[in-house]
């Protein structure tokens, strides 16, 4: 089977990237997406090294980042393409960048030629692409686990995948064939980390003996900042996180702010840590789910997260992850596993085999397959017939 994962990156995170990598527009389009992935940022290519495991191609194809989409243009030839992206000024607005985005993600899919097309947000790909790509007999798949775009647009697909139970349940009232699909960890990033220098096993030395990564935001964040305010009054918090400059001048949070951690800088972060502090935002409506659940006890650290519904069905709580339920409680958990290194690397052990046994994107693909190899087969009568040569530009 073929298979498209199409994905974006957030833009303060791509020029970083950029700016710490001299010269890196200017790379062919592989050596661009390489160091890209390997920073490992969201997902990365955790999806398509799992579906490769297991006899798939499949084509990472990150559709917001201007200097690699116009390096692919460029290595295909595509002239009235490579134009129109040469053509967008660096400061172009982000509708002028969107318009060539979606240009170009149409004739990458294309190119390809996928029998799925897997988008992991579900915002970045208009209607009037994704009607094509089923015009063409294309199995379109989304995942969702954040505030969802219009029904109309949630109805171009085939299938959609969320993590959060309610928005299962919702999709299927709509109509919309929807499935639980948890969130995940990507196993190869602890080698990555070994690579750069930080030990991820739990009985490392840790210099962070408290630390948050996350949006602090209180317009997007409040009751998660409300808590973080506590704590920064009365912890060694370290926080990495964006949204600052929304706080209070007098925020206990600014004077622990220390920038900004993507990809493997954030995961160093984590791997250096003792404890992490997790909360879960507003749309999550009580339950257990985020990246931060399985990054924190992926890198080794203990996990100290809001009580959450659904959470015992993933961790075993006290023994692989610890919760709390007040910023009073959370103050008190974090003292005594900051005085108790026995107890906290005992759990954040615990935390972490459960995570590489239960949580990885490898056995995500195994489901992901399963629910794939289903609904393929009995799709095939209401698709257009499969396998004529696309053309390479739209």
């Known amino acids: 089977m073929r298979i498209a994962v199409l994905d974006t990156v957030y833009p303060a995170f791509v020029d970083e990237l950029y700016a710490r990598n001299t010269g890196l527009e200017q790379r062919p389009y592989d050596e661009q997406l390489r160091v890209l992935l390997d920073f490992s940022f969201g997902t990365s290519d955790a999806y398509t090294d799992g579906l490769r495991e297991l006899g798939h191609e499949a084509v990472n194809v990150i559709t917001n980042v201007l200097p690699l989409q116009t390096a692919w243009v460029r ?13 967008v ?18 004739a990458q899919v294309d190119a ?9 947000d579900t915002w970045s790909i208009e209607s009037a692409l994704l009607d094509r790509w089923r015009r063409q007999g294309r199995f379109l798949v989304g995942q969702l686990a954040s505030p969802a775009p219009p029904l109309k647009r949630l109805r171009r697909f085939d299938l959609m995948l969320s993590s959060f139970h309610h928005f299962v349940e919702r999709f299927r009232a709509f109509g919309i064939d929807s499935e639980f699909f948890r969130l995940a ?3 190869r990033v602890l080698d990555r980390l070994r690579a750069h220098g930080a030990d991820p096993s739990a009985e490392s030395a840790r210099d962070h003996p408290v630390a948050f990564v996350g949006g602090v935001a209180p317009s997007t ?40 951690a993507w990809g493997l800088d ?10 992490v502090l997790n909360r879960h935002i507003d749309v999550a409506e009580g339950q257990a789910n985020n990246m931060r659940l399985y990054e924190a006890t992926g890198a080794g650290a203990l996990l100290l997260t809001d009580a959450a519904r659904g959470l015992d069905d993933l961790f ?10 007040s910023a009073e409680d959370l103050i008190e958990k974090a003292r005594h596993y900051m005085a108790n290194d026995a107890e906290r690397i005992a759990i954040a052990r615990a935390g972490q085999e459960r995570t590489l046994r239960d949580h990885t994107y490898r056995e995500r693909m195994r489901e ?9 087969s009995a799709s095939s009568s209401s698709h257009a017939s499969y396998g004529s040569t696309i053309a390479s530009s739209p």
């Open 185 to 187: 960890f990507y196993d």
């Open 75 to 87: 290595r295909e030839r595509l002239r009235r393409l490579l134009r129109i992206a040469d053509g």
């Open 112 to 120: 390809i030629d996928p029998q799925v097309v897997f988008v992991h």
């Open 221 to 260: 964040h409040g009751r998660g900042t409300s808590v973080l305010e506590r704590a920064a009054a009365a912890l060694p918090l370290e926080i990495w996180g964006y949204g600052g400059d929304e706080l209070a001048a007098g925020s206990a949070i600014r004077a622990r702010l220390r920038g900004q």
């Open 368 to 376: 992901l397959d399963a629910m794939l190899q289903v609904r393929l």
């Open 316 to 325: 075993g709580v006290g023994r692989e992850v610890v919760t709390y339920d």
């Open 266 to 275: 954030m995961y160093e972060v984590l791997a250096r840590s003792e404890i």
């Open 89 to 106: 000024p660096a400061r172009a607005g982000m509708a002028a960048r969107h318009l060539v985005y979606q240009l170009i993600a149409s």
